[in-house]
C-alpha cells in the first residue's frame, strides 16, 4: 500500500459509548471532499505495518472534522489496536473517499419516502445524511430504523433528536425506529426482514413500501442486508441501478 495516498491526521476526541463501541473525531484535511453516505478509508500504524479498514464518515460534509463509529472486533488486527485510541494520536487518512450510499444516486421514483434501516455501526452514513438540510427538503417522510442487539448498544439516540431538531425543523415526516432483537419487551424486537414480512415496520412507521415513492437504504451487517434486501423485493421493490429503483446498499464490514 502506497504510504502517499494518504494525510496523517490527529484524533480530537474519543466517545466510548460501550465497552465494544465508540466513536471519534479528527482532524479532516482541506483536499478531502465527500457527500453523505460515503466512506473513508483509515489507517493504522502495527508496527511496521499501516493496517487499513473502511469506515463511513458520521459526520456531514460541512463539518470541520471526521466523525466515525466503530466496534472492537475481537482479535481483530485494526480494532482491538484501535480502540487503545486517544487525544492527539495520529491516524492515516486516505485521500480520496469511496462509496455509491449516496442520496445523489436515486433519479427514479422522485424522491418522497426515505427509509434508512441500519444495524450496528452501519448507523454511521444515515447520520451524515440527516445533517443536510437538502435531505430533509426533498423528502415528505423519512423513517430511520436501527437495529440493535441490547438497548446499551443505541448510540446516537440523543444526537439522531437534536439533529431533527436542528435540520428538520417544520418537517413532520420523521420517525426515528428503534429494534432492539435481544429485549422481548421493547416494542419491536425481531428482524428487519420478519419486521417487513408480517407488517410491522410499516404499522410502526405508519408508511408502506411502494415502489413509486420508496426510496430505501441499507447499511450493516451483510447477512441483514442480504436478508432484507429479498423481503423488500418480496414486496415488490427493485434495486437501484443507474440511478432507477427503490433499494441502495453498504455491506459495512
Ligand atoms: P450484529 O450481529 O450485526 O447485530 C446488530 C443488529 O443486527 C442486531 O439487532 C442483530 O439481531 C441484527 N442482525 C444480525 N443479523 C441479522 C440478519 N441476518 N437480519 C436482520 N438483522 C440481523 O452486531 P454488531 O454488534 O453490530 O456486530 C457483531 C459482530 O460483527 C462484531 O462483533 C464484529 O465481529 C462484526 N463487525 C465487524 C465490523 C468490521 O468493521 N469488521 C463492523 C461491525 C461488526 P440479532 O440480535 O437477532 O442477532
New binding site residues.
Given amino acids: 500500500m502506497s504510504i502517499e495516498k494518504f494525510s496523517i491526521e490527529k484524533v480530537l476526541s474519543v466517545h466510548r459509548w460501550t465497552n465494544?463501541l465508540f466513536s471519534f473525531t479528527m482532524t479532516r484535511p482541506a483536499h478531502f471532499k465527500f457527500t453523505a453516505g460515503q466512506f473513508a478509508r483509515i489507517g493504522l500504524k502495527v508496527g511496521d505495518d499501516l493496517v487499513v479498514?473502511a469506515y463511513s464518515v458520521v459526520s456531514s460534509p460541512f463539518d470541520e472534522t471526521l466523525e466515525f463509529f466503530?466496534?472492537v472486533?475481537?482479535d481483530?488486527a485494526f480494532?482491538s489496536n484501535l480502540q487503545h485510541l486517544k487525544v492527539g494520536d495520529e491516524l492515516y487518512l486516505e485521500k480520496i473517499p469511496y462509496g455509491f450510499l449516496t442520496l445523489a444516486r436515486y433519479q427514479l421514483p422522485l424522491p418522497q419516502d426515505l427509509w434508512l434501516l441500519a444495524?450496528?455501526?452501519?448507523l454511521a452514513p444515515f447520520i451524515s445524511m440527516l445533517q443536510d438540510f437538502e435531505t430533509w427538503s426533498k423528502y415528505k417522510k423519512i423513517n430511520l430504523v436501527y437495529?440493535?442487539?441490547t438497548a446499551s448498544?443505541l448510540a446516537y439516540v440523543d444526537r439522531i433528536q437534536e439533529i431533527a431538531e436542528q435540520f428538520g425543523e417544520g418537517h413532520t415526516g420523521f420517525k426515528f425506529i428503534p429494534?432492539?432483537?435481544?429485549d422481548p419487551h421493547a416494542a419491536l424486537h425481531d428482524?428487519?426482514?420478519i419486521l417487513i414480512e408480517n407488517g410491522e415496520l410499516e404499522k410502526a412507521a405508519d408508511l408502506h413500501f411502494n415502489v413509486e415513492t420508496t426510496h430505501v437504504m441499507l447499511c450493516?451487517?451483510p447477512?441483514?442486508v442480504?436478508?432484507?434486501k429479498a423481503a423488500l423485493k418480496a414486496r415488490g421493490l427493485t434495486m437501484n441501478r443507474r440511478g432507477e429503483g427503490n433499494i441502495a446498499v453498504e455491506n459495512?464490514?
Fill in positions: 465494544t479498514r466503530s466496534i472486533v475481537p481483530g480494532t444495524t450496528g455501526t452501519g437495529s440493535v442487539r448498544e429494534i432492539i432483537t435481544r428482524r428487519l426482514p450493516g451487517n447477512q441483514m442480504d436478508d432484507t459495512y464490514w
